[in-house]
């Protein structure tokens, strides 16, 4: 049950760090624009806070998706255990 998840979530390593890297931008953008707004019109700090949650969901699906790959090559490599083995 949680294997096909992970091999299908880790499928395509360079589209989750694109996602990853697109969604950590943002982050930064939303980041500067609410400092932006600290210091200038409080409209900047409205707009940098509604960029920062799909931000941070892109940047969650794209790590998750790293993630998900590292682990298939780990469960890759792992010999399965025997029913025997205690």
Same mark, same amino acid.
């Not at 949680?2 to 091999?7: A, D, F, N, Q, S």
């Not at 979530?9 to 589209?15: Q, S, V, Y």
């Not at 900047?44 to 940098?48: F, I, K, M, N, V």
């Given at each position: 049950m949680?294997?096909?998840?992970?091999?299908r979530?880790?499928?395509?390593?360079?589209?989750s760090l694109k /996602?990853?890297?697109i969604g950590l931008l943002l982050f930064? /953008?939303?980041?500067?624009?609410? =400092?932006?707004?600290?210091?200038?019109?409080?409209y900047?700090?409205?707009?940098?806070l509604i960029l920062l949650v799909p931000a941070i969901g892109l940047a969650a699906i794209g790590y998750l998706g790293i993630f998900a790959n590292r682990?298939?090559? =780990?469960?890759k490599r792992v010999p399965p255990r025997r029913a025997n083995d205690a």
């Open positions: 949680l294997k096909p998840l992970i091999y979530l880790g499928a395509n390593p360079k589209r /996602v990853f890297l930064a /953008v939303g980041a500067g624009a609410i =400092v932006y707004g600290y210091f200038h019109e409080a900047w700090q409205l707009l940098g682990f298939a090559q =780990v469960m």
